[in-house]
Nanobody, 120 residues
Framework: HVQLVESGGGSVQTGGSLRLSCAAA????????MGWFRQAPGKEREGVAA???????TYADSVKGRFTISRDNAKNTLYLQMSSLKPEDTAMYYCAAGRLNCGSTYRIAYWGQGTQVTVS
């Protein structure tokens, strides 16, 4: 069955950087829309960034210029490079895959289990 396994979360100080990874199994990341979502306590899950099968990318306004989404087709892995981190970036971050679109939660076919990012 399809698996998306995130790693790379942790605790970091304000202004620091982290790189999240999402290793995919039984799913070709180059053929899906792949995205990162996050959910803070008491808040709804929100889209952070997406990369479409064409290679085009989109970002939430709150992370533009600070986060970069990318994928390595040979490793079948999705990444999220996060820099200039702020306390408001604190959340559980989820890797997600959608067949055509992955900009909203209802478009998602597969979810990872999440990795925690804490910025203080």
């Amino acid at each position: 069955h399809v698996q998306l396994v995130e790693s790379g979360g942790g605790s970091v100080q304000t202004g620091g950087s982290l790189r999240l990874s999402c290793a995919a199994a039984k799913l070709d990341v180059s053929k899906f829309c792949m995205g990162w979502f996050r959910q803070a306590p008491g808040k709804e899950r929100e889209g952070v960034a997406a990369i479409y099968s064409s290679g085009s990318t989109t970002y939430a306004d709150s992370v533009k210029g600070r986060f970069t989404i990318s994928r390595d087709n040979a490793k079948n892995t999705l990444y999220l490079q996060m820099s200039s981190l702020k306390p408001e970036d604190t959340a559980m971050y989820y890797c997600a895959a959608g067949r055509l679109n992955c900009g909203s939660t209802y478009r998602i076919a597969y979810w990872g289990q999440g990795t925690q990012v804490t910025v203080s």
